[in-house]
């Protein structure tokens, strides 16, 4: 049994989630019926979008802000973190650039979500 | 003296939109004048993706979110001024700024739109007893270490406030390898939306107290540990439940206010519960021709809404410059019941009939209530809500049927009603 908390809309219903089988998971204390499905990806594969910073060398500011371009399943977060603190890219970065392909093979990319100009 | 049609001041969220309307209504001699380095404001350094929701249908961070604008600024060749402080605003719209290239400049405006935002509380403002170390920040500081400057506020940390920011921060700094003990908020409910709770704090199992403060600061140079304390229902500490938290940093997430020394300066009249403007449907305020849109008018939760709200002020500055009609404000609306604010806080009389939106809070959490507007006692909206918190603003649309009946005098009044 696992307990979640709704974020579809501000109710923010308090969720019961029966898992035990999986070909028949059971939702609780749902509102409405997009509880149900929001229930069965976070406990199925719960995806989140990542975004975080990465250094910039020779650029008017020190860091870039990047993000994935799709959700990524929530446990790779951390290993997707690590590999953006590993990396430095030169100025000038433009919003949209793509700063990793294929992230932790997940063929998802990293991409700049600001331009930073040369200093 | 240099003269200018249409000022605007601040470059981020809501000095963009209200340029970009301007210019769409027909205006050509706009200006900008932006402190910082680069246009965007706060949205360059809100670094997560939530953004655009509602202008969009996508999903944005925050300088994604921006960009559109600056992109849309640049495409009107709309003029701003970066490094430029404003110093002062006059009643007659005469504007003292300073920069390096331009030095002191007085500017005469024909409109003023204050797009200032708003500034976090800081330490001073919540008093807490304790010495004075360093590694106390608002958590909108931290964020611009983090996110623009690269560095890093602390390894360990308690956060005071389950505000937006603060919740957006515990997440931040736990991508960046710190370890956020705990979220400590003093109201029995958080004052951040859901959405951020779930996914900034329960993703990385990061507690939140609620009903708890900070009572103690401890550190000589550097904050060592911060004592808490559960509270009671008026809100004082409850001294046997105390307990020490270890930490290096406290960031504090605790309420932002509008940020209207300008306004002051200028005579502007200001409303003591949202520390903005009081102003009209226009968004005018009592001086004739100064506007204001976005945080500096009242603290907003999502950046869609400052958009909306400032194309509204940039087109309403068009239509006074192009009319400079001198619109009586009669109507004032009176909230109760439950209700905090509503801005507009008043509606001239001799409107052009269109649709209004009331943006309001509420003072608690209600659940099965419904927002009512009525007319002379006579009940013209209702909208049942589930649940209605402080954390998230409402707001409701007065077609223009229904500004058609509101006459010179009229008592309009919005309040909840059936709360539980």
Redesign the interface.
Known sequence: MKE??C?IC???CHLKVDDSDVDNIKVSGN?CIRGVDYAKEEVMAPK??V???V?VHGG????V?V?TTDRIP?ALIFKV?EQLKTITVDAPIY?GDEIIKNVCNTRINIIA???VSKK | MKTCRLVIIGGGPAGLAAAVSANEAGERDILILERDEALGGILNQCIHNGFGLHTFREELTGPEYANRYIEEVNNRKIAYKLNTTVLSITSNKVISYVNTTDGFVRLKAEAIILACGCRERPRGAINIAGSRPAGIFSAGTAQKLVNIDGLLPGKEIVILGSGDIGLIMARRMTYESAKVKAVVEIMPYSSGLNRNIVQCLNDYNIPILFSHTVVEIKGKDRLTSVIIAQVDSSLKPILHTTHEIKCDTLLLSVGLIPENELAKNAEVELSSVTGGAIVNEKLMTNIDGIFACGNVLHVHDLVDYVTTESMLAGKSAVQYLNTHSNEDRVININVKNGIRYVVPQHISCDNDYSAITLKMRVNNVYRNTSIVVSLEGVEIITKKKPICTPGEMETINLHSELVRKIKNGSNLVVELKGRE
């Open positions: 979640m908390i974020i501000p109710m923010g509102g989140r979008t975004t975080s910073i250094r008017k500011i020190k860091m802000s993000k929530k973190l919003i979500t600001k331009t």
